[in-house]
C-alpha cells in the first residue's frame, strides 16, 4: 500500500491562527516545501524545522498557522521515499470556500461549503461564474458536466478566494473490464456430437432420400409390366370377367326356336351388373337388341 499523508482536520485550506495536526506511518516523517521556495523542510524544531515532531516522529503539530504555512506537505521515509504531496492553503481572509479534490466524475456527489471564521458575523451566498446560485453558504449535488466552472463564497463586504470545479468523464471501466474478463476467461465451446455418431449418420441422411425414390420406383415400374402381362396374355381379371347364359324359347306359331343369349360382367362377388345381348331368329331373320 503507497503511503499517504493524514491532515486533521481533514482539509486543503485553513484559516490563519488555526492548529493541525499531520500525520506518517512509523518511521516516515512529514516535509514541505513553502510557497515560492524550493527548500525542503522537515518537521521538527530541533532539525531547524517546521512544528513540533511526538515522541514518535510520526505526527507533526503545527499551531498558529500563517499564510508562510501555505506550501506542498508529504511524507518521507529514511530511504528516499514518498508520499503523494498535498497542497495546504492558509489564508488572512474570513471565508473560504470547501470543495472536493479536483476533478471530480460525473455523477459523483459533492458538497460545496463556504466556511467563515468564527466571530466574524458573515453570511455569505454561494456563485458560479459571477452569478448566485444558492442563497446559502452550503451546496450538495451530483456532478454533471454543467457544474464546471469557476466557484467562489461572497458576502456584502468579504469574499472568498476562487475556485473551480473541473468535471471529467469516469474512466470505461466496465468496458475495459468486460473486454479483459472475454479475453482471458472465454466462454467454453458448445458441446459437438461424437465423431462416430456423425459417421453413421452421414450416410443415412445422404442416401435416405435416393432410397424412398428408388422404391417409388420399383412399385411404379412392377405395376406397368403387370398392367402390360394382362393385355399380352388376353387375361382378364376377375372384377372384368364376362360370362354367357343361352335361353331356348319354342315359338308354337312358327315352330322356330327363339335363342336368347345373356352376356354380364361381375362387379362384386354378391353382386352381378348384367348387359344382355338378345338374338332373335324369327324367320330367319336375326336381330340384335341390347340393353342394360
Known sequence: ??????????SDQFFSGEDIQ???ESEWRVKR????SDQVQGCGRRDGGFGSLDAADSTC???DLSSSDSGLYW???AAGGRSPQRLLTVTDRNLILDSPALP????????????????SGLSP????DGAVVQNKSEWSFSVSKEHEGEYICKDTTEESEKRRLQVTDPPPTTAATTLSSTSLFPSPPSPSPPFWLMWVLRPLLVFSPYGVCTVLLVQVYRGSVAQDSFKAEGEVPAEHELFEVKQYEPNRCSGAATVTTHMGKKSSPDNTSMLDMNSVHDSGKEQTSLFA
Not at 516545501?33 to 515560492?36: A, H, I, W
Not at 471530480?104 to 466571530?119: A, E, H, K, W, Y
Request: charged share 30%; net charge positive.
Open 22 to 24: 499531520l500525520s506518517c
Open 61 to 63: 503539530f503545527l499551531y
Open 1 to 10: 500500500m503507497k503511503k499517504s499523508l493524514r491532515v486533521d482536520p481533514d
Open 33 to 36: 516545501t513553502r510557497t515560492g
Open 125 to 128: 451566498v454561494l456563485l458560479k
Open 104 to 119: 471530480v466524475q460525473t455523477g459523483s456527489d459533492i458538497t460545496l461549503r463556504c466556511r467563515i471564521r468564527p466571530g
Open 75 to 77: 511524507c518521507e521515509s
